[in-house]
């Protein structure tokens, strides 16, 4: 009986000794949340094969949530969890590092800006500039702050004022900011699609990448890449938490050989 009670103590106190361990692992095991990626909408398609193709390699899942960078940027610098940020302007992920929020900040691809019209507005790069500013053409953009397509598009704005006085007034003044303020919802329409699908617009300003997405999703629409005296290309942003290994290693990967060529895929440049 003695022996009997002193093994049966020995057991307890080895239980006691081992529980702390148990509920550590139970604490960071399965349960602890995947890595976080913020990105650019405009990433939306490229970004899901990157995570794909990385995943396969050995790396880890992704949370992801895609929206205007502007407003992520915002998001982050109020405490937002974020091990990678992905943006359509290299200024969002500078400032975040300038901040000490995200560590280096690094261009990993560009775009162009486009125009998507309905066919009977007939849009050629000679008569662009007056057929956007018609009084009945409804011109419809992202939205300048929180989204940098449309800080890119007023900028495009600012470029047709220098070739023709007045324009800028006229152009900022219609412009119909259809998209650029809210996150994409996981497989959602995109804005540029429903606002033609819905009758909202008759042309729109958007990233050539969004151009070729918004056409095969409205076949009879036509995309005109804005002449190159006038348009303006966009530097993508991309950088990782301060400490974050995973985060560091989906950058590197991004910036790699593999998803350089997804993003060629994709139309980006």
Known sequence: MR??????AGWVILAALQAPDVMAQSNTGATAPPPVLLAAGSLRQAMGEILAAYRAGGGQQFGVAYGPSGKLRKDIEGGRAVDVFASAS???TEALARQGLLGASSIFTHNALCVVSAPAFKLRPENLLAE????TLRLATSTPGSDPMG???WQFFRKAEQQQPGL?????????????????APDSTLPYVTAFEQDKADAYIMYCTNAVLTKQAVPRLEILPIPD????????????RRGSAEGERLVRFVLGPAGQAILRQHGFH
Do not use: W
């Open 151 to 153: 800080d890119y598009t």
């Open 132 to 135: 956007l500013a018609r009084p």
């Open 168 to 184: 800028f007034g006229i152009m900022d003044a219609k412009a119909l900011r259809l998209s650029g303020t809210a996150e994409l």
């Open 90 to 92: 290299g200024e969002h």
């Open 229 to 240: 005296e006038l348009n303006v290309r966009s530097a993508y942003g991309i950088g990782a």
């Open 3 to 8: 022996l009997h009670l002193v093994l049966h």
